[in-house]
């Protein structure tokens, strides 16, 4: 038999709204927003009733889709639905790392909370951007970018998608060479540089608060956007330099299938980590949290 992953987005799939009809439905979601609420009050009605711009905003963002997204989580588990492993894209890492047993639920959204912050304090340092690359390979973008001084290839998600982070007034350029090229650069719904060396000094600002948490070792597979591997040595030194680091998506996904997983699971408000996964092989069953959670009702 196959083992299963929960894969936790990250931002862009935000939307008003989000985790309602988890809300209303299911006392182990509720239970999860209560908490969430309690630390960060508001939370709850920036995420259903929240406008697509204060959702954008990154110290927004990042509690909100948190609180989504472990609430979903909570409800499978509720259920029964205990993941063989967990991987979170971006901020979908502290989600893992939460499921894993690495920390608290209540610990991760005061951290989730912490580096929102800071990510919003160090994009608000520069115009940067961000903007997905596709029919391009990794190569390719990399060539690219090396033409310029601030453009970076940051997330590796599937083969022909690649994101990138720099300099709004660079990207504009990059963006033409992308097309020159046979491409297409489709700019992204966040305000940063994720990813990137401009997260440097939320890196570590967020490895100082790490410091003061209390971080066990994980009793589920919990895998590193970092390594693209399970969780070794200091884990704060990981869920920090993630920030400022590439995802190595592809990479993990393909070192999940290898380590036996034949099902992943994807917790959050949208589809793109299903997508990806689905670009990525053909080998393994891709599905969203909503479709699982009806499987596993109709059972």
Partial sequence: MGKVTFVFSGQGDQHPGMGKALYEQYPAARAVFDMCESIRPGTIRQCFEGTEEELKETANTQPCLFAMELAAARVLMDKGITPDAVAGFSLGEVVAAAVSGMMTDAEAFRLVCRRGELMQQAADQHDTAMAAVVKLTAEQVEALCANYAQVYPVNYNCPGNITVSGLREELTAFSADVKAAGGRALPLKVKGAFHSPFMASASEAFYQALQQAELKTPAIALYANKTAMPYEGDAAV????????????EQTIRNL???????????????????????????????TCDEYLAEVEAC
């Fill in 238 to 249: 990981l869920l920090s330099q993630q920030i400022c680091s590439p995802v190595r998506w």
């Fill in 257 to 287: 299938m290898a380590a036996g997983v034949d099902t992943f699971v994807e917790i959050g408000p949208g589809k793109t980590l299903t997508n990806m996964i689905k670009k990525i092989t053909a080998e393994a069953k891709a599905v």
